[in-house]
Structures are given as C-alpha cells and as structure tokens.
C-alpha cells in the first residue's frame, strides 16, 4: 500500500465523527482494550498526561508539549482533528509520524481492523498508542477526542489529568446541561492520580469535587491560585504577567499563541506543570518560558487566533461552539479594523442558533460550507443567520467566500474565517 492507499482505507472502511457524525462513535471501551491487548499494551509502556475539557484542550497539550520538549524529555503528542495531514495527530518532539509508520501499522494489522471493525479514531488511538511506546517516550500528552469517559484514549492511566473547561458543544452525545457534560468530561479523573481543572464553575465543581473525592485523587482548580493579566501584545506574541496567590510568578511571560483564551488556558498548564514538579519531574523554569514562546515552532500547532494576511488583516480560528466562539469576537475586538468581513460555515448536527445569536450584525457574512458530509448547506446557514440580522451572500466553498472577501476588503479591513475546524482547514 502507498501512503495514499493507506489514508484512503483509513478513511473509507473505518466509520469517521468528523465526516458522518455521531452514527461513528463506538460507545464503550472494548474495541479500544481488545485492540490494545493484540499490541502488547503499549499504552502502559510510557507514561501520560490526559487533556480533556470542551474548550482549549488543543491549545493546552502543545502547550504541554512544548514545555516538556523544551526541558529535554521525548516528548509524544496526541490530538485531533487533524487540519491538513492524518500524521498531524500523532508527533513525538513536535515531528509527525512517518508515513511508512502510518502504512506499515496498517498493512499489519489489516486483517485484525477488518475482523474487529474499530471506528476510525480507535484505529487512530491503536496507532499512537504502539507508535509512541516503540519510540520510547518519556511522556506522552494525550488529548481526549470526545467527552472523556466513553473516550478511547480512557485506557491511560496518566501522572495527572488535566481538564480545561466546561461548556456546551456535542450536547447530543454528551448531554444539554452543565452538569451532564461534566460528569462525562470527569470520567477521566483515574485512581491516587491528581486532576487539574482550569476554570471553577459552580455548576460543574460539585461534579469534579465528588468524583476525585471517590477515586481518592488531589483536585485543585487552577483559576484559584493562579491569575494571568495580560501586559502586551505584540503582533506574534501575548506577554502575560502571572500571578500566584496574588504574588508575581512570571512577568511579561511570552506566549506565541497570542488569542485571548491562552489567558485562561496558561493558568491550567502551569498548575499542571507545578503539580508534575512535586511528583519528580525536572522541568525549569528555563524550559517553561522557551516552550511557551515556541509552542508552533516545536509543535506544528495552527489555527489558533491563526494570521494569514496583514493587509487586509486575515485571521482563522477554530473555536466553533459558544465558549470557542465568545473568545473569537473578543479577539476581533481587541484587533483594530474598520470593515470586518466573516468568511463563516458551520456544520449540521450543532445548535448553530445559540453561536448566531453572539454574531455581530455590523460585519459582511460570506457564508460557505466545508467540503465533506457534516457541512451544513450555506443556503440553510445564512437562512438561519437572516433571523439574528446577519446578512451576506452563499459561496459554494470556503475558497470562494475567502477569495469574494478578498476582493472586496480595504487594506484596514479585517477577515475572519471560521466558524467550524474544517472551515480553517481547508483555508490552511
């Protein structure tokens, strides 16, 4: 098989979430134990870091990532999705996965995948799981893929858990309440292992608080002890000052991924950091400011508050559901323009109407859809958008509302594009 063929029969025979949605997902953890069992279990091979949380999770794992590269340790990688290439899922210090890897897992255990017929992120997580621990990692920092305890990658038994935030997204798989999203999100919190929550939220901590409480785990919320205040941005980097305990812990701390939500994500990937110190770990406060300062040089991360133009200004973003998408129009805010331009598409199985609601009416909408199943028709998204007085113009694909854009900007106008991961893909 080519690396091609191979991508290919991944995606074709395996049941994928992003294309077909919730019909891909394999409740329960069998598939993902059976198959782990065939490997040797290699995810208890190398010790882990697991990430969860509905927003910042991404972010939060090459934050991870690029502090324990920085301070020496081999350093694996696990996220998802991925933007423009399958291998960006699964990296060690930073670099994908060979696709001679990618094909010879595959063609290995071929015969196996057709008999158990896993979905296409179980196969994924297999992958990583025997990639990582044939490279021998010191650590691996594990991003959950969806809710946390039906997820695939719950078969880790990590140094510490760390969960970002709460919000609503996926809530027909999850739940339409705070507190039931929570409680899958929880899941992760394993046995005598600490548990880091980066935002308190009274509707959600009562959940955390009770499950660490039954498996005799540490829980401490990082926005608690820690504070962030921004002290300048500059046009590649945020400088935040942080605070612990109402001393300074860091001043004009240097961040290369420069969207406001880093504010809140920094403040649970340092008390991780801190907690990991205590159990052993060497990480130096050197190691800390060189990898947050380098987290896309050292991790590939992109489509965060994403530049692609200056004049006029481009910007991508990823965040698609509330939470994502308050910090998105904060963003926008806090960057000077004149004409915003949203270069916008959603995809079917979200309630779109609350993130329509947050939009502002004073921008020019070029409404499109990502190429693949899950993309909502633009006709039906600026129909829907037509009831919160957002107004524009379908485009058949993200290329030809970001080109319509394009054409007419003024050169202090801004561009956003957005609104669905796949959107920012395909424009990537």
């Not at 290369?256 to 809140?264: A, T």
Request: aromatic share 8%.
């Amino acid at each position: 098989m080519t690396y091609k063929d191979t991508i290919e029969y991944l995606y074709s025979t395996l049941p994928m979430f992003t294309k077909v949605g919730s019909s891909a997902i394999k409740p329960g953890l069998k598939n993902i134990e059976h198959f782990c069992e065939t490997l040797g279990h290699p995810e208890n091979k190398f010790k882990t870091i697991h990430v969860g949380g509905t927003n910042g999770k991404g972010s939060s794992s090459h934050m991870l990532a690029s502090i324990f590269q920085s301070a020496g340790y081999k350093t694996g990688l696990y996220t998802s999705p991925h933007l423009l290439d399958f291998r960006e899922r699964i990296r060690v210090n930073g670099e994908m996965i060979p696709e001679t890897e990618v094909i010879n897992f595959v063609e290995k255990h071929k015969t196996y995948i057709d008999t158990l017929q896993p979905s296409f992120f179980e196969t994924t997580v297999a992958m990583a799981f025997n990639y990582f621990a044939d490279e021998k990692v010191d650590i691996a920092i594990i991003e959950v893929g969806l809710g946390g305890r039906l997820d695939s990658t719950n078969i880790i038994t990590p140094e510490i858990s760390l969960i970002t935030n709460i919000s609503f997204d996926h809530t027909a798989i999850l739940g339409n309440s705070i507190a039931a999203i929570a409680s899958e999100k929880a899941g992760i919190i394993k046995p005598n292992q600490p548990v880091i929550i980066g935002e308190f939220n009274p509707e959600s901590a009562p959940i955390f608080i009770k499950k660490a409480a039954e498996n005799n785990s540490n829980i401490l919320f990082a926005d608690q002890t820690l504070t962030a205040e921004v002290s300048s941005i500059e046009e590649n980097h945020l400088f935040l000052n942080i605070y612990s305990n109402q001393e300074l812990m860091f001043e004009n701390l240097k961040l290369d991924l420069k969207g406001s939500y880093q504010q809140k994500n920094i403040k649970g990937v340092l008390t991780t950091i801190i907690e990991l110190n205590k159990q052993g770990w060497k990480i130096s406060e050197a190691a800390i400011k060189n990898g947050l300062a380098n987290v896309k040089k050292l991790t590939g991360l992109a489509g965060r508050w994403h530049q692609l133009k200056h004049q006029p200004l481009v910007f991508c973003d990823t965040g698609h559901n509330e939470a994502g998408i308050e910090e998105v129009l904060k963003n926008i805010q806090n960057t000077s323009h004149k004409q915003l331009h949203m270069v916008f598409g959603m995809v079917k199985d979200k309630d779109i109407s609350k993130v329509l609601s947050m939009l502002p009416t004073n921008a020019t909408y070029y409404f499109c859809t990502p190429s693949f199943e899950r993309g909502l028709p633009p006709t039906e998204l600026k129909s829907q958008a037509q009831n919160f007085g957002l107004n524009g113009t379908t485009y058949t694909s993200v290329k030809n509302a970001y080109e319509a854009a394009l054409k007419v900007a003024e050169n202090d106008d801004l561009i956003f594009i957005g609104g669905s991961t796949f959107v920012v893909a395909e424009i990537l």
